[in-house]
């Protein structure tokens, strides 16, 4: 008798505690939640429609017919907008200026190789708040150093190239 007493007690709390909220979520679909095919869900099946999409092109396409020529000099012209302008307007428009420029700042400040154009002090300009002439607003130019790395590279390449070295015979 203890024992299916105990058993009968046990069911009838857990059957409580399945009455309890939070004890356990039921796991139900429903119709609210946007997921899977919602959108058919709600408004029907999708059905692919008749229009077409029409783009710029389509839309300013006027047929001439087939022995209408091209118009050359309005392709010209397109093309050379859409291409933009060439590196020597944005490059060259102040001429050589900037011609040389190739010591780095490495080379200025652990190689020794000062800009001859900086006077030997600078001023304090209360204007723009800062010491002038800056180096970086007067660039060293002339050519770089060259330690030989490149051009030892170059032949140990083009030995490559030729073919195999064979050593030790």
């Keep these: 008798y203890y024992i299916t007493n105990n058993l009968s007690m046990v069911h009838s709390s857990d059957a409580a505690k399945w009455q309890l909220p939070g004890w356990r979520i039921e796991q139900s679909y429903s119709r609210k939640c946007l997921i899977g095919n919602?959108?058919?869900?709600?408004?029907?099946?999708?059905?692919?429609?008749?229009?077409?999409?029409?783009?710029?092109?389509?839309?300013?396409?006027?047929?001439?017919?087939?022995?209408v020529k091209p118009d050359t000099a309005v392709r010209r012209n397109a093309l050379s907008k859409s291409e933009g302008l060439g590196k020597d307007y944005l490059f060259r428009h102040h001429g050589d200026a900037h011609e040389g420029n190739i010591i780095s700042w490495y080379d200025v400040d652990?190689?020794?190789?000062?800009?001859?154009?900086?006077?030997?002090?600078?001023t304090w300009d209360p204007h723009k708040l800062c010491w002038l002439p800056e180096t970086s607003d007067v660039p060293t130019k002339g050519q770089g150093s060259?330690?030989?790395?490149?051009d030892k590279l170059r032949a140990k390449w083009a030995a490559e190239a030729e073919g195999p070295v064979i050593t030790g015979q």
Excluded: M
């Excluded at 060259?146 to 490149?150: D, E, M, V």
């Design 38 to 67: 919602w959108e058919e869900d709600r408004r029907g099946k999708f059905v692919k429609g008749n229009e077409v999409a029409t783009s710029s092109h389509r839309q300013d396409y006027k047929p001439y017919g087939t022995d």
């Design 146 to 150: 060259k330690f030989g790395l490149a």
């Design 110 to 122: 652990y190689n020794g190789r000062a800009n001859k154009e900086l006077p030997e002090k600078r």
